[in-house]
């Protein structure tokens, strides 16, 4: 099994930044393709950013010119560094893994998911 855990959540102002970290343990090297995805109260979770093993990435639209995901596989790390960061962003993120080198934005295709964290973006 593999066990992730987020954590760099918090409150942060319109137009700030943040960064989260997602550690994974446990049968790490069953693990290739990471991504992160939220849930904002009241709406389904929705696809944020993913990463291959080798740093290959693929972002949402509404986030690609602001967030960016970057991996340190020797430390079984992911992170999301996320800027200019507005209302609409606040939701609970989470990071999930794959079994399988390949990006995708389908949540059903990760086996591996994370507790959450939780980003509040507000004045």
């Known amino acids: 099994q593999v066990q992730l855990v987020e954590s760099g959540g918090g409150l942060v102002q319109p137009g700030g930044s943040l960064r989260l970290s997602c550690a994974a343990s446990?049968?790490?090297?069953?693990?290739?393709?990471m991504g992160w995805f939220r849930q904002a109260p009241g709406k389904e979770r929705e696809f944020v950013t993913t990463?291959?093993?080798?740093?290959?990435?693929w972002s949402a639209d509404s986030v690609k010119d602001r967030f960016t995901a970057s991996r340190d596989n020797a430390k079984n790390m992911m992170y999301l560094h996320m800027n200019s960061l507005k209302p609409e962003d606040t939701a609970v993120y989470y990071c999930?893994?794959?079994?399988?080198?390949?990006?995708?934005?389908?949540?059903?295709?990760?086996?591996?998911w994370g507790q959450g964290t939780q980003v509040t973006v507000s004045s």
């Open positions: 990463t291959t093993w080798s740093g290959s990435t």
């Open positions: 446990g049968r790490t090297d069953s693990v290739y393709a």
């Open positions: 999930a893994a794959r079994r399988i080198n390949s990006n995708s934005r389908d949540a059903r295709l990760y086996d591996y």
